[in-house]
């Protein structure tokens, strides 16, 4: 998952000029490609940003780097940018009083309903590096970890294709682990790696999980209604209106009386005001019919 940009500040060295030209350019690619508003605020923090990237690729100027961005030669640079202009900061069990709501209002419904033999879809629609998904799964787990044994899957994506693969090979510092609480821990299998700082998540939780590459503002190719959709903190690099069209798309994808936990900072808006109903700190209920998806497998 995501967080604000303003929440950085590196010293921004004025190495390479960077006109308020440079700025538009870049803040009208990142948003036409990826929806990110930029701004006029973050142009220093864009530019400190960016500056590593222009002395990695052995640039002389932004306009070369804007110049390289809008060439075929510069689609691989495109994953850099995004990279730079976004920070993944992450843990496990994050804002744990969605994972509460999860295991104690949430998980009993969905454990009664897999075992009926129907499919249980759940969505980390911003997974970042993967610590949310892990914990959703260590979540479900640890109310019953028969649910392994059914058709129980958690959709993690992500818009950036470094964090999918960090969060697919599910190896996170020591430090990480330690910070989870010990009740779960007995979901989690600690295997060390030959980098003893190192530990990798247990392949019952890997087995729950599909990762995968998806930018939010594109098409999405999932056709099944989802029982929980976790996306948090990755709206807020959003204007209005894109948030406003990204609350309605995620109330088609949700099935009724499904559920939309979101981050702390975030808070519903638009059309999509009348689909949900607060039961929580950033945590919604689905109460509309969905018409708009009913059939088809995804993930």
């Not at 590593?52 to 780097?65: I, P």
């Not at 689609?75 to 009083?97: G, K, M």
């Not at 247990?202 to 939010?216: C, H, R, T, V």
């Not at 056709?223 to 088609?252: E, G, P």
């Amino acid at each position: 998952m995501m967080q604000d940009i303003q929440k950085t500040s590196p010293d921004a060295r004025q190495e390479f000029a960077f006109s308020d030209r440079d700025f538009r350019m870049i803040s009208e690619l990142a948003n036409a490609r990826y929806g990110l508003f930029l701004q006029p605020s973050k142009k220093a923090l864009v530019h400190s940003r960016l500056a590593k990237r222009l002395r990695a690729l052995n640039l002389g100027s932004f306009e070369d780097y804007c110049d390289l961005l809008n060439r075929t030669e510069g689609d691989s640079e495109q994953t850099h940018l995004l990279s730079a202009l976004t920070t993944n900061v992450t843990h496990f069990f994050r804002e744990v009083h969605h994972f509460e709501y999860l295991k104690t209002v949430i998980a009993p419904t969905l454990t009664a309903k897999a075992k009926s033999g129907d499919a249980v879809r759940l969505w980390s629609a911003a997974c970042s590096t993967g610590q949310e998904a892990y914990s959703i799964a260590a979540t479900l787990l640890d109310i019953d970890p028969e649910l392994r044994k059914y058709d129980v899957k958690i959709l993690a994506t992500d818009i950036d294709p470094q964090v999918v693969k960090t969060a697919r090979d599910g190896l996170y510092p020591a430090e990480q682990i330690q910070a989870i609480p010990e009740n779960w821990c007995r979901c989690l299998t600690r295997v060390a790696t030959a980098r003893a700082d190192e530990f990798e998540m247990d392949n019952a939780l890997k087995a729950m999980i599909s990762f995968g590459e998806l930018n939010l503002i594109a098409d999405w190719p999932m056709q099944r209604c989802f029982d929980v959709i976790f996306c948090r903190n990755a709206a807020i690099y959003f204007d209005k209106t894109t948030q406003a069209r990204l609350w309605q798309r995620f109330a088609a994808a949700l099935g009724n009386d499904a559920h939309l936990m979101i981050g702390h900072s975030e808070r519903l808006s638009g059309p999509a005001e009348a689909d949900f109903k607060s039961v929580g700190i950033t945590t919604y209920q689905k109460q509309t019919t969905n018409k708009h998806r009913d059939k088809g497998d995804e993930n």
